[in-house]
């Protein structure tokens, strides 16, 4: 019942943009907080960014810090990473996560890749 649908990923040059989209159901969107992570080959998985339940506070792995921008619709229960200035070290499957106290869901992960 509960799905997180990661969708906006693809191939993109150096310096170019992408916005990644995560389409809740089959929870109450609005009262989790989101979170995009990426796993890139061979790495961990890491946190890149972090939103409260209303939108009201974000926070961001250093190395993305200036780049990208996280955001939720909470009307289309849906949260959004908008990246810019997309580096090849960008490259990875990028997943959301919504979570509440003990709770969390996460989605399937859609790849991103950035190469010339």
């Known amino acids: 019942q509960v799905q997180l649908v990661e969708s906006g990923g693809g191939l993109v040059q150096p310096g170019g943009s992408l916005r990644l989209s995560c389409a809740a159901s089959g929870f109450t969107f609005s009262i989790f907080a989101m979170r995009w992570y990426r796993q890139a080959p061979g790495k961990e998985r890491e946190l890149v960014a972090h939103?409260?339940?209303?939108?009201?506070?974000?926070n961001y792995a250093d190395s993305v810090k200036g780049r990208f921008t996280i955001s939720r619709d909470n009307a289309k229960k849906t949260v959004y990473l908008q990246m810019n200035s997309l580096k090849p070290e960008d490259t990875a499957v990028y997943y959301c996560?919504?979570?509440?106290?003990?709770?969390?869901?996460w989605g399937q992960g859609t790849q991103v890749t950035v190469s010339s």
């Open positions: 939103i409260t339940s209303a939108g009201g506070s974000t």
């Open positions: 996560k919504a979570q509440r106290v003990v709770v969390n869901y």
